[in-house]
């Protein structure tokens, strides 16, 4: 048997579930490339919030990264202090990502943040957005700081014209 990358690194990063890590584990898998459900680990007895043969642990990667899902009840939630942030190239890949972390129960927040229907915060970011903060013209780097300030999903165009505007180009 192989065993995948991810379960030998010695470090991953664990995410506490409320009992559907495997649902989050496979609709990860469904919407992002280099992603997988690499094991399911059943209980092998009872513990506090759960039995013998329930789904306790299940390993995953998300976009190269190695994850444990671990179904430990609801004694504690997950916060924006973690996110996952996910460079885009496009619109078009900015527009799947939110949309089908937004559409499948989640909610949207600002700057480019949402959380999926589990609570786990993902940052969907343009690297167009990163690109232009990191400008040496800081009054552009400023302009596409503050278009990004009034917005959910990033807008690429949006943030090419704060951009232009601030070089004095038409937008």
Same mark, same amino acid.
């Given at each position: 048997?192989?065993?995948?990358?991810?379960?030998?690194?010695?470090?991953?990063?664990?995410?506490?579930?409320?009992?559907?890590?495997?649902?989050?584990?496979?609709?990860?898998?469904?919407?992002?490339?280099?992603?997988?459900?690499?094991?399911?680990?059943?209980?092998?007895?009872?513990?506090?919030?759960?039995? $013998?043969?329930?789904?306790?642990?299940? /390993?995953? #990667?998300?976009?190269?990264?190695?994850? @444990?899902?671990? &179904? +430990? =009840?609801?004694?504690?939630?997950?916060?924006?202090?973690?996110?996952? $942030?996910?460079?885009?190239?496009?619109? /078009?890949? #900015?527009?799947?990502?939110?949309?089908? @972390?937004?559409? &499948? +129960? =989640?909610?949207?927040?600002?700057?480019?943040?949402?959380?999926?229907?589990?609570?786990?915060?993902?940052?969907?970011?343009?690297?167009?957005?990163?690109?232009?903060?990191?400008?040496?013209?800081?009054?552009?780097?400023?302009?596409?700081?503050?278009?990004?300030?009034?917005?959910?999903?990033?807008?690429?165009?949006?943030?090419?014209?704060?951009?232009?505007?601030?070089?004095?180009?038409?937008?």
């Amino acid at each position: 048997m192989t065993v995948p990358a991810a379960a030998t690194a010695k470090n991953r990063i664990c995410l506490w579930y409320n009992g559907d890590a495997q649902g989050a584990a496979a609709f990860y898998a469904s919407v992002f490339p280099e992603t997988t459900v690499d094991a399911i680990q059943h209980a092998p007895a009872d513990y506090p919030d759960g039995e $013998q043969g329930n789904v306790l642990v299940v /390993e995953f #990667t998300v976009m190269g990264i190695g994850c @444990i899902g671990l &179904n +430990g =009840g609801d004694q504690f939630t997950h916060s924006e202090a973690f996110s996952f $942030q996910v460079a885009t190239d496009t619109q /078009e890949e #900015t527009d799947r990502y939110w949309n089908a @972390i937004v559409g &499948n +129960g =989640g909610q949207e927040s600002m700057c480019g943040w949402c959380k999926d229907k589990w609570g786990l915060s993902w940052q969907i970011t343009p690297r167009a957005l990163t690109d232009a903060m990191a400008l040496p013209d800081r009054a552009a780097a400023k302009r596409a700081m503050e278009a990004m300030m009034t917005m959910h999903k990033i807008d690429i165009a949006a943030i090419e014209a704060a951009v232009a505007d601030t070089l004095g180009a038409p937008a």
